[in-house]
């Protein structure tokens, strides 16, 4: 099945030559979000917790534009700049991911533009239900 790209109403010109979302055999890969508006200004400087919703929710676009819902989701790549910001992610990873987590993992590391503190790329079962 060939790949269909996934790009929701609304999303702003990429910084590199990637979608949003790639969507094979029921299978959709998110792109690693950043916390950015559509003109690529990353928002909420300073603050992990506002970042990482902001993240959570464009994600959440993507998902839904293919058709599935944060349920869906079941691998997440976690980058975060600081450790410091560790626990403020994961309160509101939690409110995303109420009942069963995804599995994940997490990494620090530094990101395209400095003031982004988190990063999270994410895959989605979403082509049959059961």
Same mark, same amino acid.
């Given at each position: 099945?060939?790949?269909?790209?996934?790009?929701?109403?609304?999303?702003?010109?990429?910084?590199?030559?990637? =979608?949003?979302?790639?969507?094979?055999?029921? &299978? +959709?890969?998110? =792109?690693?979000?950043?916390?950015?508006?559509?003109?690529?200004?990353?928002?909420? !400087?300073?603050?992990?917790?506002?970042?990482?919703?902001? &993240? +959570? *929710?464009?994600?959440?676009?993507?998902?839904?534009?293919?058709?599935? =819902?944060?349920?869906?989701?079941?691998?997440?790549?976690?980058?975060?700049? *600081?450790?410091?910001?560790?626990?403020?992610?994961?309160? &509101?990873?939690?409110?995303?991911?109420?009942? *069963?987590?995804?599995?994940?993992?997490?990494?620090?590391?530094? +990101? !395209?533009?400095?003031?982004?503190?988190?990063?999270?790329? =994410?895959?989605?079962?979403?082509?049959?239900?059961?």
């Amino acid at each position: 099945m060939p790949m269909m790209a996934i790009i929701p109403p609304g999303s702003g010109k990429p910084l590199a030559p990637y =979608s949003p979302g790639a969507l094979a055999d029921g &299978v +959709l890969y998110v =792109s690693g979000t950043l916390p950015f508006d559509k003109d690529n200004t990353v928002l909420h !400087v300073g603050d992990a917790a506002a970042q990482t919703r902001l &993240v +959570l *929710d464009t994600i959440r676009t993507v998902v839904e534009a293919a058709g599935g =819902s944060m349920a869906d989701i079941t691998f997440n790549s976690i980058f975060i700049t *600081d450790w410091a910001n560790y626990a403020a992610v994961n309160a &509101v990873y939690a409110e995303y991911f109420p009942g *069963d987590k995804p599995a994940r993992y997490c990494i620090q590391c530094g +990101l !395209v533009k400095p003031d982004a503190l988190i990063e999270i790329a =994410s895959i989605a079962h979403i082509g049959s239900k059961g």
